[in-house]
């Protein structure tokens, strides 16, 4: 199984700044991060539509140009990072979880996967028309679907359209749908995974990876089996 540092390593640092992908970098194969579009429509790291919760700012992310986005506290004097200082920080070391948080906002966030290539990369989504967008922008890129409830169907849903990996969240996250899965070659990572009883369900599952807030932890215990 590989690790995934959801949000870096959330647990650690900072949620989406690069402290904590420095932080998830050390222990995980890959960094999750979540994007949206500033104002200008540049790819900035941020998990909710408006920056009141992780930063010390107010307002939308929409609502902000780079600059201004930028100059936030994200927590402990740590900016908000955008997508390509993220993948000029990740690129030989480790791969890449990109999570398109908007639809619409796929020409950008792909633009800067072009230009500033790593490898492995992945985008993922809750939006299945945004996945489709991605692999008609950059084609050949590795997809996934994210859901949060049961989808009758969901790997053949996944064969229909072409993605590359489920990633359903681990409360509903069942046997049936890894060996469904695994039948047509569709990967499963689920989320959020942080303690030894889940890590170890996910390993009895035969899950391909899981993202895990303290991705060193997780580490910790795969290495001691």
Not at 124 to 130: L, N
Not at 180 to 191: M, N
């Amino acid at each position: 199984m590989f690790i995934i540092g959801h949000r870096g390593a959330r647990a650690a640092a900072p949620e989406n700044t690069l402290n904590a992908i420095r932080i998830g970098m050390a222990c995980a194969g890959f960094i999750e991060v979540d994007v949206r579009l500033s104002l200008d429509r540049v790819p900035m790291l941020m998990h909710d539509p408006e920056v009141d919760r992780t930063t010390d700012g107010r307002g939308r992310v929409r609502d902000m140009t780079a600059e201004e986005l930028a100059q936030l506290d994200a927590g402990n004097g740590e900016h908000v990072p955008t997508l390509t200082e993220v993948c000029r920080l990740v690129r030989g070391t480790c791969g890449l979880f990109v999570e398109i948080k908007e639809p619409g906002t796929e020409m950008e966030i792909c633009a800067v996967l072009d230009r500033e290539p790593v490898s492995p990369v992945w985008v993922v989504s809750h939006h299945s028309s945004v996945l489709e967008t991605v692999a008609e922008i950059l084609p050949g890129t590795s997809t996934g679907l994210i859901f949060s409830r049961q989808i009758p169907g969901a790997t053949e849903y996944a064969v229909k359209k072409n993605i590359h990996a489920l990633l359903p969240r681990f409360d509903i996250t069942e046997q049936a749908l890894v060996t469904a899965a695994h039948a047509k070659g569709i990967l499963v990572v689920p989320w959020t995974l942080n303690g030894a009883g889940d890590w170890a369900r996910a390993a009895d599952m035969g899950v391909d990876g899981f993202a895990a807030d303290d991705p060193c932890a997780a580490k910790a215990w795969m290495d001691e089996l």
